[in-house]
């Protein structure tokens, strides 16, 4: 976990808690880097699995998950993650490299909020972010 948890802001809010679930790991490295940057707290997965373990442990506020990962693709890790009752309202926001109506639409039919093409830019993820954060 991060060291952020027990910090809050100048108005006494404790940071955002995003997680990046994608198998590459420059993409989650790059991500995490510009979030903490901007006052973030980070949690990361390398893929699926591993992130439902994490999503249950560190709640995120926001949740933005690869497509092509190995075993447990982003959109069978959305819908698991949208079944539970816990994580309903919990924004997700699809990333690929693949930019097709199909994949957004099959993104939208998982739960998903919105969708990334990568490789995204800084000013994408904090558009998201300020979109879709409670």
Known sequence: MTDNADKT????????KVMVIDDS??????????LRKQGYDVETANDGFE???KVAEFKPDIIFVDIMMPR???YQTCALIKQNEAFRNTPVIM???K?????????RLVGSEEYLTKPFARDDLMEAIERFSP
């Open 99 to 107: 930019d097709s109506i199909f994949d957004k639409a099959r993104g």
């Open 25 to 34: 790991k420059t993409i989650r490295k790059t991500a995490e880097t510009l």
């Open 9 to 16: 802001d100048r108005q006494g809010r404790k940071p955002l």
């Open 72 to 74: 447990l693709d982003g």
């Open 95 to 97: 990333l690929s490299s």
């Open 51 to 53: 992130a439902l373990a």
